[in-house]
C-alpha cells in the first residue's frame, strides 16, 4: 500500500483538521503522514491529499485532545504548532495517536521514547523559552498619542502566548506587539479583552512620532545598563549567550 | 522634608551615580510570587522571574537596582559609599524613584525595583525614606510589579515592619560570614544589628502567612521572602565556613536566597586582599553551585566538604567532586533509582531526573533514551548502569574517571572573554594567613537570639 501524505495548511485549524482526516480514512497510521504546505519533495508512489481548513472540524480535534490528553498535554501542542519547525504536523499528529492509544493519555508526553513525543516536547520547550524571553526582552515606546508600542521579531509564531502576560500586567494601558517577521499585531485597548490583527498595514510615520519623555527614557535605561555593569567582570560573550543579537536587534538598549 | 538633595544635579546624573554605587549588589526575580494584576493598577509578578537585559558582565538584568541616598554615616571597608571616600554624594526624592519606576516598568525594561541605601544621618531617617518611597509607589502610583527592598539594620523594627508590608523581598546582608571578618572590615556594623532584623523579617513571613489562613485578605508581608547576600574573597574565611553559614541561614532564618558576590576590590585599603586576578569568579561559581545542591538537590554542607577538606575543588563542579569520594555508591541503574538517588549523579539534573522517573513508567530506559531526556552522557556514563550493563567497559576507579572528566570541558559562564584558569585559580595564592576557627561560625549565625 501507498504512503499518502495529508497536506494541511500551517495553521492550528489546517493541522487539526488534518488530523481529523487521518482519523477517518482508518488506515494505519504508520502510512500516513501530515506535510505542511507545499508538497514539496514529491516522492513517486505516494499520494498526496490536500486538506482544507475547516474550523468545525478542528474544534472538534481540540475538543477531543482535551479530554483524552489532558489540558496540560493540549497547552504543549498548540505551543508545538507555533514552532517554525516544519516536521510539527507530523509530531503532533503521531503524538495524538501514541496518546490515544495509551491507557491514560494524560500521560503521554511523558513517553519521551517515542520519537514523535520527543519531538512535540522539543517543539514546545523551543516555543515556550521564546516566550520566556520575549517576556523580557520586548521593550515598548511611547508614541505620541499615548500608545505603548513593540516590535518584535520571533522565530516562531508566539504572540498569542505573549499577549495575556502583557495584557495582565499593563491592563490600563493601550498597547501593541507587532510581529516584524510575519505581520501580524497583538492590540490591547485598555482594560478590555486583547485581539489578533493580520493583513493590516502599519502607518510606519505614526510608529516613529514618540511621546515627549520617550527618547529620554532610552536615554536613562541605555546609561543605567551601562552603568550596572561591573568593569572587572566584562563578559561579552557571556552576554551574548544571555541574549543573542537576533533580539538585541530589537532594544532600545542596544540600538547604536 | 529636610534632608540635602543636589538641586543642580539632574535624575540622569542621579541615576549614574547611584546605580553605579549598588551594582555589587546581587539580587534576583525568581523564586518569588505569582500575582496576577488586580486590573487596577499597573504590574504582576511571575514566580520564575523574568530576565529583562543582560549588561557587559554577562549579569541579568531584571529590577531598577540603585541606591536610595549613597551618602553614609559608615565606614565600612570594602564599600564605594564608606564615609571615609572622597566620591560625589547624592539623593533621590521618593518621587523620582516612583517616577524612573514606572516609566522603565511600562516600557518592560525592567521587572520591578531594587531598593538599597547608604545610611542618611542615622538608620531610622533611611528607613522612613525607603518607606515612604514605597507607600508612594504602592498607593499613589497603584505600582504591583516586583519590589525588593533592604531593611536597614538598626532601624526601629516598626518601620520595617510597614515597609515589609509593601515590599516583595526584603534583604539584610551578612556581607561577611564570621564575626571577626565583619569588625574587621565594618567597623560600625555588629552582627547582632544584622541578625534581628533578618529575625524579625522571617517571623514577619511566617506570621503573615498564618493570619492569611485565617483572612484571605490580611495585607501579605514579604511575600517573596527573604534573601542575604556573602562577599567572597574579601576576608579568609574557606568555603565551608561560607557554606556551614549558608545552610544555617536557611535552616535557621528560613532565608530564600543566600547571594554570593565575588570581591571587587574598588577602595585598595590595606586591610583588603589585592586579587591581582580580578574577583574570584571561579570560587564564586563553585559556592553558587553547592548552594544549589542544598536547595535542590538534597546535600548537606557537610557532605560536600569538612574541616580537612574546606575548599571546593577547583577543577571538578562540587556535585562531581562528591560522587568521586563516594565512588562505593556507584555505578546506579537507572531504571529503578529512587529520584534521590538519581540526583546525586553526576549529568543528571533536576529536569532530566523527573523526565527519567516519568519515562520509565511506560518503558525501559536505554541509554540513547537518557540522551533525548537531556543527561549529560559524557558525565553520567561513568556511574550509572542502563539495564545493568554500562554504558562502555569503563573503570570505577577514582583516577581514571576524574582524568576521563576532567577531558570534557565543563561549562563555566566566565571563562571566555580573556579571563583564564589560571589567573581564576589565583583566589588560592591571596596568601591569606589568618585561620578563623569554625565553630565561631555556627555560634555567631545560630546567635542566641
Ligand atoms: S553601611 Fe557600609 S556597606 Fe552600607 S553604604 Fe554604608 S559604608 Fe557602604
Redesign the pocket.
Known amino acids: 500500500m501507498e504512503e499518502k501524505y495529508l497536506i494541511c495548511e500551517d495553521s492550528l485549524e489546517g493541522i487539526f483538521t488534518g488530523i481529523y482526516k487521518a482519523y477517518s480514512l482508518k488506515e494505519d497510521h504508520s502510512r500516513l503522514h501530515i506535510q505542511i504546505g507545499e508538497e514539496e519533495n514529491l516522492r513517486l508512489f505516494a499520494e498526496y491529499i490536500p486538506i482544507v481548513p475547516d474550523a468545525g472540524t478542528a474544534v472538534r480535534v481540540s475538543r477531543t485532545i482535551q479530554r483524552e490528553l489532558g489540558e496540560e498535554t493540549y497547552i504543549s501542542i498548540c505551543r508545538a504548532l507555533a514552532s517554525m519547525d516544519k516536521q510539527k504536523g507530523e509530531a503532533v499528529y503521531k503524538t495524538v495517536v501514541c496518546g490515544l492509544q495509551m491507557q491514560n493519555g494524560r500521560q503521554v508526553m511523558g513517553n519521551l521514547t517515542n520519537p514523535y513525543v520527543h519531538k512535540v516536547f522539543e517543539l514546545n520547550r523551543g516555543t515556550n523559552n521564546e516566550v520566556l524571553h520575549l517576556m523580557g526582552f520586548l521593550r515598548f515606546q511611547e508614541l505620541e498619542n499615548g500608545i505603548l508600542f513593540s516590535k518584535i521579531g520571533p522565530k516562531n509564531n508566539i504572540l498569542t502566548f505573549l499577549a495575556p502576560h502583557f495584557a495582565d500586567r499593563l491592563s490600563l494601558l493601550n498597547f501593541v506587539i507587532y510581529d516584524d517577521i510575519r505581520g501580524i499585531f497583538v492590540v490591547h485597548p485598555a482594560s478590555k479583552d486583547w485581539y489578533l490583527v493580520t493583513n493590516a498595514e502599519i502607518d510606519s510615520e505614526m510608529m516613529e512620532n514618540y511621546s515627549r519623555e520617550e527618547l529620554e527614557y532610552q536615554e536613562l535605561f541605555t546609561y543605567f545598563c551601562h552603568k550596572i555593569a561591573i568593569k572587572e567582570r566584562k563578559n561579552l560573550n557571556l552576554q551574548r549567550s544571555m541574549l543573542p543579537l537576533r533580539f538585541q536587534e530589537y532594544m532600545v538598549e542596544f540600538r547604536k | 522634608m529636610n534632608y540635602k538633595v543636589s538641586e543642580e544635579m539632574s535624575v540622569m546624573e542621579k541615576l549614574g551615580i547611584l546605580t553605579d554605587a549598588a551594582k555589587y549588589d546581587v539580587a534576583c526575580t525568581s523564586s518569588g510570587v505569582d500575582r496576577k494584576g488586580s486590573g487596577s493598577g499597573m504590574g504582576n509578578t511571575v514566580a520564575g522571574g523574568i530576565c529583562h537585559s543582560f549588561s557587559a558582565d554577562g549579569r541579568c538584568i531584571s529590577l531598577l537596582k540603585i541606591l536610595f541616598t ?1 551618602e ?5 571597608k ?6 571615609s571616600n572622597d566620591v560625589v554624594r547624592t539623593s533621590f526624592t521618593p518621587d523620582e524613584v516612583c517616577e524612573l519606576t514606572m516609566g522603565f516598568y511600562k516600557r518592560n525594561y525592567i521587572e520591578g525595583l531594587f531598593l538599597s ?3 542618611l544621618y542615622n538608620p531610622d531617617f533611611t528607613m522612613e525614606l525607603i518607606y515612604q518611597t514605597l507607600y508612594k509607589l504602592r498607593r499613589e502610583h497603584r505600582f504591583q510589579g516586583y519590589i525588593h527592598v533592604k531593611a536597614i539594620p538598626g532601624a526601629d523594627p516598626f518601620l520595617i515592619q510597614k515597609t515589609g508590608l509593601l515590599a516583595d523581598r526584603m534583604s539584610v546582608n551578612l ?1 561577611l560570614p564570621t564575626a571577626e571578618g565583619l569588625s574587621r572590615l ?1 567597623p ?2 555588629h552582627r547582632k544589628n544584622i541578625l534581628a532584623p533578618m529575625r524579625q523579617i522571617q517571623n514577619g513571613i511566617k506570621s503573615s502567612k498564618n493570619e492569611i489562613v485565617l483572612y484571605k485578605n490580611a495585607p501579605r508581608f514579604v511575600p517573596a521572602g527573604q534573601s542575604t547576600q556573602l562577599i567572597v574573597g574579601a576576608t579568609p574565611e574557606n568555603d565551608y565556613q561560607l557554606m556551614t553559614v549558608a545552610e544555617n541561614l536557611y535552616e535557621k532564618f528560613e532565608l530564600k536566597r543566600v547571594f554570593y558576590s565575588a570581591f571587587v576590590n574598588v577602595n585598595e585599603d590595606k586591610e583588603l586582599p589585592a586579587l591581582p586576578g580580578g574577583p574570584p569568579l571561579l570560587r564564586e561559581h563553585r559556592l553558587y553551585q553547592a548552594d544549589w545542591l542544598l536547595r535542590f538537590y538534597g546535600f548537606k554542607a557537610g557532605e560536600l566538604l569538612s574541616e580537612a577538606r574546606p575548599n571546593f575543588n577547583i577543577l571538578l563542579d562540587p556535585k562531581a567532586d562528591w560522587a568521586l569520594r563516594h565512588l562505593e555508591m556507584f555505578p546506579v541503574e537507572v531504571n529503578r533509582a529512587d529520584y534521590q538517588l538519581l540526583l546525586r549523579i553526576p549529568g543528571i539534573g533536576v529536569k532530566s531526573a523527573q523526565r527519567i522517573v516519568m519515562a520509565r513508567r511506560s518503558s525501559f530506559l536505554s541509554f540513547p533514551d537518557l540522551k533525548k531526556i537531556g543527561v549529560v552522557l559524557k558525565r553520567a556514563l561513568y556511574f550509572i548502569t542502563c539495564n545493568g550493563k554500562m554504558m562502555y567497559n569503563t573503570k570505577i576507579e577514582e583516577d581514571y574517571i576524574t582524568r576521563n572528566l576532567l577531558t570534557v570541558k565543563e561549562k563555566l559562564p566566565f571563562d571566555k572573554d580573556g579571563i583564564t584558569y589560571k589567573q581564576l585559580s589565583l583566589f588560592d595564592d591571596v596568601g591569606f594567613t589568618m585561620q578563623p576557627n569554625i565553630i565561631d561560625t555556627h555560634k555567631a549565625v545560630l546567635g542566641q537570639m
Not at chain 2, 72 to 76: E, F, K, Q, V
Not at chain 2, 78 to 83: A, M, P
Open positions: 549613597n553614609c554615616i559608615y565606614d565600612c570594602y564599600c564605594i559609599n564608606r564615609k541605601s547608604g545610611i556581607e565594618a560600625n556594623k
